[in-house]
């Protein structure tokens, strides 16, 4: 048994640590170790669902919801049959793996009341790119004047589909909601790197420099143009989507463990890009244009760049510091336990719940799904 101040800082849930505000516990060793672990599965409405079964169902709604939605809207894409309902099928299902990818993060810093493991510029860095991205995809497929500029431009038609746009849309939701939780929930000692808002910001002003310009009249027919316009929120996102997941690495690296960075969010990611980039290469195999990727590169590379950095993840969580989570777990219910702490939160129908923290594990613990 170990005391709860006695918990290794490297998690950042020391009572030093903590501090009074919205949502903070004000040091109470006894939150400071529950906050460490979380319980194994989901609990929803008052009743608690296993990880197992909760896996299992979510993997099943989500290849329902993809074939259900494939066979019964008519496919977006020029591809021939039956590689039209193929593709259709794949991008619904990259739309949910992407889309349900955001919730147990969220779900995770819900029950803990904490957001300490999470990388707060990786969040930030997101809700930016995001916001490009929605634009983007909104542009693409109901502008009509961008959907014909761009015809012109390489003869053919974009290849944004409605999943794109409904994926985005949401992610940028999830994503200011996650900002949210930074702001309500205890964070201990993390904070935002000056350098990465001062980039937010930077990016931010230029993009609306641009828009200000081509709205005052100046056209040309490359950069000052909308067309170019919505080229450039893209390369922006790409930009965030290289250099988000960086501070979430080095946060890792740096306390040399996972706890609090929900590896199902990285699984689902990496489903969803390989999917993304499956179809992609589907819809440009089949009608043989490969114009198709250069003229939307942006859909690629982000499938693409998202999997190389779900790889390290996935090596820091299994294999790198697998070792310092179990231990981290371990203290921190001995400490829970010592402290005779009953864990007490809400669930999501707004009913408080109470568990007693031997039956909590740890939030790094490979086989957590909520």
């Not at 496919?75 to 349900?100: E, H, L, T």
């Not at 067309?227 to 690296?253: A, R, T």
Request: neutral net charge; proline residues 4%; hydrophobic residues 45%.
């Amino acid at each position: 048994m170990i005391r709860p101040s006695d918990l290794d800082e490297r998690q950042g849930l020391t009572a030093s640590t903590l501090s009074a505000g919205p949502g903070r516990n004000n040091g109470d060793p006894s939150v400071v170790a529950t906050q460490a672990v979380a319980p194994s599965g989901l609990r929803l409405f008052g009743v608690s669902l296993p990880a197992r079964l909760v896996l299992i169902c979510t993997i099943t709604l989500m290849i329902g919801v993809a074939f259900l939605l494939g066979f019964t809207i008519t496919p977006p894409s020029k591809d021939p049959a039956p590689w039209d309902r193929v593709s259709s099928v794949i991008g619904w299902m990259y739309f949910n793996a992407w889309a349900v990818s955001f919730l147990p993060q969220l779900y995770l810093n819900f029950i803990r009341g904490c957001v300490i493991g999470q990388s707060f510029d990786y969040v930030f860095l997101n809700v930016l790119g995001f916001f490009c991205y929605s634009i983007y995809t909104i542009c693409f497929y109901f502008v009509h004047s961008v959907q014909e500029d761009y015809k012109a431009r390489y003869g053919s038609e974009n290849t944004v589909d409605p999943n794109d746009v409904g994926f985005a849309v949401y992610a940028f939701i999830c994503c200011v909601y996650n900002s949210f939780q930074i702001y309500r929930y205890e964070r201990g000692d993390q904070k935002a790197s000056k350098y990465i808002l001062a980039g937010i910001a930077v990016a931010v002003v230029v993009m609306l420099i641009w828009l200000i310009i081509v709205v005052s009249g100046v056209r040309t027919e490359y950069v000052f143009n909308t067309l170019d316009i919505l080229y450039g929120l893209s390369i922006v996102k790409l930009g965030v989507s290289l250099i988000k997941y960086i501070p979430q690495v080095y946060l890792n690296y740096k306390r040399k463990c996972t706890v609090g960075w929900n590896i199902w969010n990285v699984l689902l990611d990496f489903t969803g890009g390989s999917l993304s980039v499956t179809q992609q290469l589907i819809d440009c195999g089949t009608t043989g244009r490969w114009n198709g990727i250069a003229g939307n590169p942006v859909k690629f590379c982000l499938g693409s760049l998202s999997m190389i950095y779900d790889v390290i993840f996935m090596i820091q969580h299994f294999w790198l510091y697998k070792e310092n989570n179990a231990r981290l777990h371990l203290e921190a219910v001995n400490a829970a336990m010592e402290a005779d702490v009953l864990y007490s939160h809400h669930d999501v129908s707004g009913r408080k719940i109470s568990m007693n923290t031997t039956s909590f594990r740890s939030i790094g613990d490979h086989e957590e799904v909520a």
